[in-house]
Every structure is written in structure tokens, then in C-alpha cells.
């Protein structure tokens, strides 16, 4: 990294700390994540205590016993991640727009650019910035989620738990970096800042909330509470086979899931932390292979709303330029 | 013409100008048109995978379970619009509520209008009346749509007490789209910039579409986006034992609530336990009016244009 790079990286995460944003975001992240967690220990407890009350009847009774909830500790995360997926995203593209607003406002982007700084070195610099900024406030979520999981979940996260949750916090990060690239391409091309925000949180509707939101309702086991199989006394074995009818629907509903950059990046993530129940306790070699497509089309988002970004920073750096 | 119905004309042609509000309403629209669809088609499906499965079960010799779906109210093909109102109609009206004191900021026109005799209050009536007005507009352009979308689903128009229950639901909703128009106008009246304004007003739509659910009745954000939900057993958890004493002050969850027993049980609706979900909404909403008109009574127009 270049010292330009580094002193611009340095002017981006000072200037968010200084305005009280950096502090607001890691607050909120900070609070909906612990509450998250314990309010999910605390759910994991109900369910023991539950079983606890159904074992004394069944033993009572005579009944075939059912296997016990079973307990992995990074499924205590669920929310945490939901959390970021909807709100870190749409706090990420805050950011990015913040980014542009306060530049335009203080009117230091002609300043830099009246010094050898190249095109590459701006957005490189407001890039690394970013990431900084985003670290901060999911090393901070992670931080407080390890500490919840260990005092009210009662398990201290082992090795490799530790290196699962880095790892998805890590996916986290350019996941938010994806949505801050979007706020800053966004605002960077409009002459009012605030449309660009406007059409930006528009589109974190769109592929945070409404797509997910329609793939779940169409999915037929979400129609009834516990699920419908569950509610039809219905087998896996059965339930497959009469899913293989729908091959067509499935596909369709998967596909319409896939246009949503949060399915993927919430795909991966489950799968790593063993939130999916298929892939718990699965080598991370393994769920890297199954998950694929998943880097594969955050990759692709990556290096799209990279190529973006640059533009509309050059945009704006020809624009300031002129004025 | 008296002030308060000035000022709300003025509200009014403001808001159609701004394309933050046009939109968040094309979607709000777009959604409340396909919501029907949605439902159709998840409904049409699940009938299918019970025929499906109950072809498979008698194959193989086992009994058939009763159909869970066989006496569905044909209004509950709008059960997605119970989740579009809190997260789609919730954030077009912040946007509207922080218009209305944002707008008049940034054209600097406050000062100009509190140089004439226009008392604090005609104002604050007449951006509430302008608000009041276009939320009306779009819960009738919604209900136009959702019976549009039903007619043409059922081939048919819908029966006349089916009209009143979704007159109930939009009526409902407007109300509780109100309390975000009171957030939004509170959050912008608390601060001076545009952007920390908005996102106040976020932080309050995320508090209470999902933090608070969460907290309430153990639903994890993305579980609280699908009508149908499975909220955790409080039976075994002295934590949730306490905190679900809290529902019946979420709005949000007593907004679903009633509103699923307008689309779904109609006529049955109790007068006295509807009375009681619909009280934490007013008794919200009278608080943050009474709070906005405050904040319009004690603040500073004399300043400068709102920052970013």
C-alpha cells in the first residue's frame, strides 16, 4: 500500500470517527447482536426445558423417546448474521453516501486532487478506508457475540468455532464493503447526493428484503407454523419424493432466491457456522466445494460493484475537477 | 383559505415533486399488486403438494391427514401485505413524515412562511393534514389494487362484507403508517442534518420491526418477513415468560396480529380484544403527535438550511 493509499484510508476511517457515525454504527451493531445471541441461548434453554417436561411424560407414559434438541454453538449466531445481512447492509450504504455528502459538503476532494494523487490511489485509499471502517464495526459484533455465546449460551467457543466465526465475519466484510461500494457509486453519480441514496435503498429493498422475502413465502414448507411436512406427519423419504413433483416451482423458486445477493452470502455463512443442519460439523473444504456458486456469485458482486465504484469516483473526480 | 389547509397544499405538491417519495410509493404499489399473485401461487402450490402427498402416502398404505388448507379464507391470498405495510409502507411514510420538515428547510421557505401571521400550531396541523391526506391517497390506491388483484384471481369481485374487512385492514394499516409519519417528522425536528435524520428514523423502523419481535417473542429477524411464523415457546423460559408480558405493547406484533384476524376470521373479530390491540397504536400515536407538536412549537426556524 502506498503512503498516498494509506493517508487517504486514514483521512476516510478519522473523518467518520470525528462525525460520531463510526461510533453510532458499532453501538447498534453491538447492541442488536448481544441481544440476539442471548435472546437465542435463551430460546435454546426453552427448548431443552421443554424436552426436559416431554421426556418426563414419555417415560411416564411408556412412549418411544425423541433425541434431544441438539446443541451447537454457532447456531446461536443465526440472528446475529440476519442482522447484518439487513441492517449492516443498508448501514453500510450510510457510509458510502456518507462518504461522498461530507466530501462534497467540506469540498476537500478538489484540495486532494490539486496534489499527485491518482485515480487509482483515490479509490484505493477510500476502498482500504472502508474496509477499516467495516472491520471495525463487525470485529466489535464479533467480539460482543463471542462473549454472549461464552457467558449466557454457557460454551466458550473452541478453536475451531473461533476459526468458523472468523471466517464468516470475514464473508461479512465484503458483503458490507459490496453495499458500501453501491452507497458511494450511487451518491458519486448524482448531482443531489441524496438521490443516489434514495435509488441505493431502493435496491437494499429489493435484494435484502422484498426477493428473500418472496423466495421464503413461496417455499410450501414455510405455509404452516413448524412446517408443513412436520405438520403432515410426513417422512423426509416421503417428503422427497412428493417434492420431486415440483422440481419445476423449486427451480423456479430457487432462481428467483439467486438474483439476491443476501441469499448467497447468507447461504455461505449458514453452512459455515452449521446453522444449516446439512452441512454441521462439515470440513471447510467440503462446504467450500457445495458452496461454490456462492463465493462464485459474491465474487462476481465483488468485483462488479468494484468496477462501479472506481467509475463513479472518476466520475466525481472529473466533475470536482471542472467546478 | 385558512393556513392549516394552505400549509397542507403545500405539503402535498412538495411531496409529489420529491422522488424519494414517488419511489418508495411505485414500490409500495408494484408490491400490493403482486402480493395477490403471491399468494395465489403459493396457495395453488401447497394444494397441490397436499394432493401430492396424500397420492404418495395412500402408495404406500398409510393414512392421509386432513387438509390443512381446505377452508383458507380468500382473503388471506393478501397475508404478504401484512409484511409489506411494516417494511415497505413503514419507510415511505418516514420519508414522508421527514419530507415534510425537511423540505421546507432546505428551500429555506420556513423563514419566509413564519415572517407572515401563520401560527406554530396551523402549521403543524396542516403538515400533518397533508401527510394524513396522502396516506389516505395511497391506502386507497392499495385497497383499489388488492380488490383488483382479488377479483381477478377468484373471477369474481369480491362479496360485500369481504370489501368491509379489507376497508378494515387498509384503515388499520394507514393508522399504523401514521405513527411512522410522526417518527419520521420527529426524527428531522431532532436533528439538523438530512441524513442522521433519516437514519434516526430507520434505527426506530428497525427497533420496532425486528428488534422488537425478537425480543418479545423469540422471532429472528428474516422469521418475522413471512406471515406465517413460529414464535418460541415461552412455557420453559422464565426470559421469555418476562418478556412476552411486553407484546401487547409492540406495535408491530399487535399491528400483524389484528390485522391477520381481519383477513382471515371476519365477522368473528371480538370488539374488546380488537379494542385491545389497537390501543398501544393509539397510544403511540398520540404521544409522538403530542411530541411533534412540541418539537414544531419550540424550534428554531430562524436558522440556516438543514446540513448533510
Not at chain 2, 109 to 133: D, H, M, N, Q
Request: net charge positive; glycine share 8%.
Amino acid at each position: 500500500m502506498t503512503s498516498t493509499v494509506r493517508a487517504l484510508a486514514r483521512h476516510e476511517y478519522r473523518s467518520a470517527l470525528r462525525s460520531g457515525v463510526l461510533l453510532l454504527l458499532i453501538l447498534s451493531m453491538v447492541l442488536v447482536a448481544a441481544g440476539s445471541v442471548a435472546i437465542a441461548s435463551y430460546d435454546f434453554k426453552a427448548q431443552v426445558a421443554d424436552y426436559q417436561a416431554y421426556l418426563a411424560q414419555a417415560k411416564a407414559s411408556g412412549a418411544p423417546v425423541a433425541s434431544a434438541p441438539q446443541f451447537v454453538p454457532l447456531q446461536l449466531l443465526r440472528g446475529t448474521i440476519e442482522y447484518v445481512e439487513i441492517i449492516g447492509a443498508v448501514l453500510a450504504i450510510g457510509l458510502g453516501y456518507l462518504a461522498v455528502a461530507r466530501e462534497r459538503s467540506s469540498n476537500t476532494l478538489p484540495l486532494i486532487l490539486s496534489r499527485p494523487v491518482r485515480g487509482r490511489d483515490l479509490f484505493l485509499g477510500r476502498l482500504a478506508g472502508a474496509a477499516a471502517l467495516v472491520t471495525t464495526i463487525l470485529a466489535a459484533t464479533a467480539a460482543i457475540a463471542y462473549l454472549v455465546v461464552g457467558t449466557v449460551g454457557g460454551h466458550w467457543l473452541t478453536g475451531t468455532e473461533l476459526i468458523r466465526l472468523v471466517l464468516t465475519f470475514g464473508i461479512a466484510i465484503l458483503y458490507l464493503l459490496i453495499f458500501y461500494a453501491l452507497g458511494t457509486w450511487l451518491s458519486a453519480r448524482s448531482k443531489v447526493v441524496a438521490n443516489g441514496l434514495v435509488v441505493a435503498v431502493a435496491i437494499w429493498l429489493s435484494v435484502v428484503l422484498i426477493i428473500p422475502q418472496i423466495g421464503d413465502t413461496m417455499d410450501p414448507d414455510n405455509q404452516v407454523p413448524g412446517g408443513l411436512f412436520a405438520a403432515l406427519q410426513v417422512k423426509k423419504p416421503d417428503e422427497k419424493r412428493v417434492l420431486a413433483h415440483f422440481s419445476n416451482y423449486e427451480r423456479i423458486r430457487n432462481g428467483l432466491e439467486e438474483t439476491s445477493l443476501t441469499k448467497h452470502f447468507e447461504r455461505l455463512t449458514f453452512a459455515i457456522t452449521g446453522i444449516k443442519d446439512k452441512y454441521n460439523g462439515k470440513p471447510l473444504g467440503t462446504i467450500a466445494y457445495a458452496k461454490r456458486a456462492d463465493i462464485a456469485s459474491l465474487a462476481v458482486y465483488v468485483a462488479l460493484l468494484g468496477v462501479l465504484m472506481w467509475r463513479g469516483l472518476k466520475r466525481e473526480s472529473a466533475t470536482r475537477r471542472e467546478t | 383559505m385558512s393556513t392549516t389547509i394552505v400549509v397542507a397544499r403545500q405539503q402535498l405538491r412538495s411531496l409529489a415533486r420529491s422522488r424519494t417519495f414517488v419511489l418508495m410509493l411505485g414500490i409500495l404499489l408494484v408490491m400490493t399488486g403482486l402480493s395477490g399473485f403471491i399468494g395465489w401461487s403459493s396457495h395453488a402450490t401447497i394444494i397441490r403438494v397436499y394432493d401430492q402427498t396424500v397420492q404418495t402416502l395412500t402408495a404406500a398404505g398409510k393414512a392421509a391427514p386432513p387438509n390443512p388448507f381446505a377452508s383458507k379464507p380468500r382473503l388471506s391470498l393478501l397475508n404478504n401485505m401484512i409484511i409489506y405495510i411494516p417494511l415497505i409502507g413503514s419507510l415511505l411514510a418516514i420519508v414522508i413524515g421527514q419530507r415534510s420538515v425537511t423540505d421546507d428547510r432546505q428551500a429555506g421557505v420556513t423563514r419566509v412562511i413564519f415572517s407572515r401571521p401563520v401560527g406554530r400550531s396551523s402549521y403543524f396541523w396542516g403538515k400533518l393534514a397533508g401527510s394524513a391526506f396522502a396516506g389516505v391517497a395511497i391506502m386507497i390506491a392499495c385497497l383499489g389494487l388488492s380488490v383488483v388483484g382479488l377479483g381477478l384471481i377468484n373471477q369474481g369481485l369480491p362479496t360485500g362484507s369481504e370489501l368491509v374487512r379489507l376497508a378494515l385492514f387498509y384503515a388499520l394499516s394507514g393508522t399504523y403508517l401514521f405513527l411512522f409519519v410522526l417518527v419520521g417528522m420527529v426524527a428531522a425536528l431532532l436533528t439538523r442534518s438530512e441524513s442522521l435524520g433519516l437514519f434516526a428514523g430507520v434505527a426506530v423502523w428497525v427497533l420496532v420491526t425486528f428488534a422488537t419481535p425478537q425480543f418479545t417473542s423469540g422471532l429472528r429477524p428474516v422469521a418475522s418477513l413471512n406471515p406465517v411464523n413460529d414464535p418460541v415457546a415461552t412455557s420453559g423460559s422464565p426470559f421469555f415468560k418476562v418478556t412476552s408480558k411486553a407484546k401487547p405493547f409492540a406495535v408491530n406484533e399487535q399491528y400483524k396480529a389484528l390485522s391477520t384476524r381481519i383477513l382471515t376470521v371476519g365477522s368473528r373479530l371480538q370488539p374488546a380484544t380488537s379494542a385491545g390491540q389497537l390501543a398501544p397504536i393509539a397510544a403511540f400515536l398520540l404521544a409522538l403527535g403530542a411530541w411533534a407538536h412540541l418539537l414544531v412549537r419550540r424550534q428554531d426556524f430562524s436558522e440556516d438550511t438543514a446540513r448533510d
